[in-house]
Structure formats: C-alpha cells, structure tokens
C-alpha cells in the first residue's frame, strides 16, 4: 500500500458511502431540539471528509436528504436544507483549498429555485479538486436514480441513438449518479439500523456493510478507522470462492 494510504498493509476503501442517522436520538438523549442534531451532525460531516481525505479514500457519497425525508415536520426540512445551504455557500473555499471536489446527486429540481444556483456554483468552485470526490446526495433516492437512468434510455432509443437491444446492465449503469466512479467498497450505517433505506441500491451490489449503532454526531475519527479496520478484514469475493478471490489478490 502506498504510504499515503495510511502506511500500513491496511485496504482502503476507494468509495465510501454514508448513512447518517442518529442525530434526532444524539440530540434527544441530551433534551435539545433535533436540529440540534443535525448541526452537530454537521461536525461529524467535517470529521470524516477530513479522515477520508487523508486515508487516501478517493469518493465520499453521504447521505443528507432522502427522497423521503420530505415527509418531516417542516421546520426539520427547513432546517436540513438551511445547513446544506450553509455548506454550500460557507465550506465550498475550504472544499477547494483542500482539494475536493463536491458534487450534489438527486433530483435537484425539487430541492428549489434557492438551492440550483448555489449548488452549481459550489460544483463548478471545487470542478479541480483532485484529492477526493465528496458526493452529497440531496433527494435522492435509490430508485429515483434507477428511473431517472431509464428515463435516459427511454429518450435515446426513442430519438434513435440507442438500439434497445443494446440496453443491458452497463447501458443503465453508466447512466446512473455517480457512474464515473468506481462504486462504494464500504458502506456505513450509523445508529443502530441495519438497512439500505433506498440509498445506491444499484450501486451497493457488491458493497461491504457496515452497520454501527453509534449515533451520527458522535462519529469520529475513531469510528472511521474502526469501520475501515473492518472492512481491512473482510474478503471480497464478487461471486468467486475464497479460493480464487484469495489467488486474486495473492493472498
Ligand atoms: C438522519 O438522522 C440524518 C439526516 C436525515 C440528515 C443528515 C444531515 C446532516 C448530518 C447535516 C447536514 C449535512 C450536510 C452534508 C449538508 P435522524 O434525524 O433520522 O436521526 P434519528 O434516527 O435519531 O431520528
């Protein structure tokens, strides 16, 4: 491993995928408003663009805003959506001095007329950055991406460029967010929950799972190199026996 992968035989992830949750209980536990949690959970953001910037990790997708998430008290969605604002209007200068390049995956049209311009901004401000792809997906949903995906076919065939024979796996997945990137190795789930919840269901496939019930706002630096740790151990056999992934990797 190189050393800027952390200097040991540990694997890095080149993509790591995050679910967030936890920071409604975080900030329950201590009798604060949820939102509470959700700026502290804000800390954790930095903590691990941070910790996987410097493993050497090459794609952070993390979940902020699901498609579904349109379904909390107004001032909650009010709330999220004015951190992400923040973040795009306050962290994008250090995203770029740093290096990352972020990106926002979702239906960005339902996130408003306030929010397009801002998001393009920051996108077009970090375009550069080499170090790392920080992806932020905000409504978005797993299955809103697979649509979106064939709706793409669907005009391409219907204008003639495409052959419909020729729509297989990699015809939807090169049109999916994010098919630029080598998909997730890890996923992590923070707070307790052991579910997908309708995040890159195409593109976790193959990805190893990390489930932890550490709440979001308390996610250090110590947690990641724990999940990293974790995913260090496993063998990732994509459909082969341990045999052969073991020949594969000269194990
Ligand atoms: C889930 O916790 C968390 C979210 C729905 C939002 C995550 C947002 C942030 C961490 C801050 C903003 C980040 C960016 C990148 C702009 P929950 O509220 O479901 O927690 P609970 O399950 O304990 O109720």
Redesign the pocket.
Known sequence: MPEEQGGTDQRIPRHVSVV???????AKQRHLP?VE??RR??E??RTAVRGCGEAGVEALT?F??SSE?WRRPASEVRA?MG??RW?LEREVEALRENGIRLRVIGDRQGLGDNLIPLIERAEATTAEGTRMTLN?AANYGGRWDIAQATQQLAREAAEGSLDPADIGEEAIRSRLALADLPEPDLFIRT?GEQRISNFLVWQLAYTELYFTPT??PDFDEEALQAAFESFSKRQRRFGRTGEQANALTGH
């Open positions: 967030m949750d936890g920071n409604g209980r975080w949820r949690g959700h959970g804000l954790s953001v993390l902020a805003f998430n999220l951190l992400f973040v932020i707070g709440l979001w």
